[in-house]
T-cell receptor
Framework: GDSVTQMEGPVTLSEEAFLTINCTYTATGYPSLFWYVQYPGEGLQLLLK?????DKGSNKGFEATYRKETTSFHLEKGSVQVSDSAVYFC????????????FGSGTKLNVKP | NAGVTQTPKFQVLKTGQSMTLQCAQDMNHNSMYWYRQDPGMGLRLIYYSASEGTTDKGEVPNGYNVSRLNKREFSLRLESAAPSQTSVYFCASTVTDTQYFGPGTRLTVL
């Protein structure tokens, strides 16, 4: 079945450091891939998405590229800020069945000033 | 435009008590979902409703029931709460391939 695996946290970085959070997926169909962000005490918010191979999703300085050959969708940011501290979730949905979404376990990011 | 709203925000129950978590969306979405979030386990799907009048079980449906009251509202009921149901519950609605989440209900069962 479909699933998402992402690196365990927490990840602790200093402000302006480079961020990578790894995400790999298993899917039987042709999934769309997502990164969601959850700030303390809030629900999940869509950060970025990519719908087909080699697409790059980007938002607020974050980027992720849909790599079909490695079944990966790693999240990157060149220079993190304290305000980026949150939990990040990788997710997929099967474009043949938008009713099902699969989430990774989440990676907590702590950014220190 | 409020998006997805959930009530209550916090709730404490005793074992065996019942309660209903309410969810509403004003985006005219067909599909709605209930998830629970537990530490280290990400989000697990409890039930979903692909359209008004239909509901389906997700990964962890035991101990829960749902009602899709109309297109806007999707409620989750715990008939006899257990400590294992202590969690944060999120409602979501979907358009095409993107989910929109409510702020969550933090439930503690003593």
């Amino acid at each position: 079945g479909d699933s998402v695996t992402q690196m365990e946290g927490p990840v602790t970085l200093s402000e302006e450091a480079f961020l990578t959070i790894n995400c790999t997926y298993t899917a039987t169909g042709y999934p769309s891939l997502f990164w969601y962000v959850q700030y303390p005490g809030e629900g999940l918010q869509l950060l970025l998405k990519a719908t087909k191979a080699d697409d790059k999703g980007s938002n607020k300085g974050f980027e992720a590229t849909y790599r079909k050959e490695t079944t990966s969708f790693h999240l990157e940011k060149g220079s993190v800020q304290v305000s980026d501290s949150a939990v990040y979730f990788c997710a997929l949905s099967d474009r043949g069945n938008f009713n099902k979404f699969y989430f990774g376990s989440g990676t907590k990011l702590n950014v220190k000033p | 435009n409020a998006g997805v709203t959930q009530t209550p925000k916090f709730q404490v129950l005793k074992t065996g008590q019942s309660m209903t978590l309410q969810c509403a969306q004003d985006m005219n979405h067909n599909s709605m979902y209930w998830y629970r979030q537990d530490p280290g386990m990400g989000l697990r799907l409890i039930y979903y409703s692909a359209s008004e009048g239909t509901t389906d079980k997700g990964e962890v449906p035991n101990g829960y029931n749902v009602s899709r009251l109309n297109k806007r509202e999707f409620s989750l009921r715990l008939e006899s709460a257990a400590p294992s149901q202590t969690s944060v519950y999120f409602c979501a609605s979907t358009v095409t391939d993107t989910q929109y989440f409510g702020p969550g209900t933090r439930l503690t069962v003593l």
